[in-house]
């Protein structure tokens, strides 16, 4: 995690210079759109800070450097978001030093879902990419948290069968694990779900689950339990880029 206020950019002149001439694709739905606002806010905040943010699914179109980002698949459907995503960098980036990033969102996991399968899914879909565009760098990103809800509000949907928050941040901690180990010697991880579940004076929100400690998103960060508010949006858009930085030292 970085250091430095909501509103402060941890990162050198010649780190955001570097930045500045990568092309990049992002591609998300839902929490996705608030880190790039936090994107924007940043931009508005440091005028060091200078990215073309351009919205479109065919990144190759856009000419010269640029955050290009795009809505990718459907929420509730984690498989069509990681099979648009490789579709969109098989029609080629236009640079051969870019970099690519895809953001599941926190209603992809279900009570249904089997995260080892899902995980198992995602680490496919990159290894087709590396090897089909070996010039394209990947920072991975955790899947988003959901803040802790009511106890009472917990006890309702277990009686009307459905899964509770806790449920699922448990299954969603358990794909972030495995995504950490899979990719933390190698490769560079956004991990939004720790920064989510992180207070500014670096304590936790979390909730035990027998002998784990399961991480959820930090409520002074949303308004409705899922996305991110202003504070939590550039919390997120900090970490992001400190990622895509990290990235385009590979």
């Not at 400690?213 to 550039?234: A, K, M, Q, W």
């Amino acid at each position: 995690m970085q250091s430095g206020t909501l509103d402060s950019l941890a990162l050198t002149d010649a780190q955001l210079q570097r930045l500045a001439t990568r092309k990049i694709f992002f591609g998300h739905q839902s929490v996705g759109m608030n880190i790039l606002q936090g994107v924007r806010d940043l931009m508005a905040q440091d005028p060091r800070l200078r990215l073309n943010v351009v919205r479109n699914a065919e990144p190759g179109r856009v000419p010269g450097p640029a955050l290009v980002e795009s809505g990718i698949g459907r929420n509730f459907d984690p498989a069509s978001k990681l099979d648009d995503f490789v579709s969109a960098l098989d029609r080629g980036m236009g640079n051969q030093e870019a970099i690519a990033a895809c953001k599941l969102c926190y209603v992809d996991v279900t009570r249904a879902t089997d995260v080892r399968q899902l995980f198992d899914l995602y680490r496919r879909r990159v290894d087709e990419v590396r090897a089909r565009h070996p010039g394209i760098t990947i920072p991975h990103v955790t899947i988003p948290l959901t803040a802790d809800e009511p106890v009472l509000k917990a006890f309702a949907k277990r009686a009307l069968g459905r899964a509770t928050a806790r449920e699922l941040n448990i299954k969603r901690n358990h794909y972030n694990r495995f995504l950490r180990d899979h990719y933390a010697s190698t490769d560079v991880i956004f991990d939004l779900a720790a920064a989510e579940s992180t207070r500014p004076d670096g304590s936790r929100a979390c909730f035990r689950a027998g002998n784990e400690v399961i991480y959820t998103l930090c409520p002074e960060f949303t308004s409705d339990g899922g996305h991110l508010n202003e504070r939590g949006r550039r919390m997120a858009a900090r970490e992001f880029l400190l990622a895509l930085v990290n990235a385009s030292e590979r």
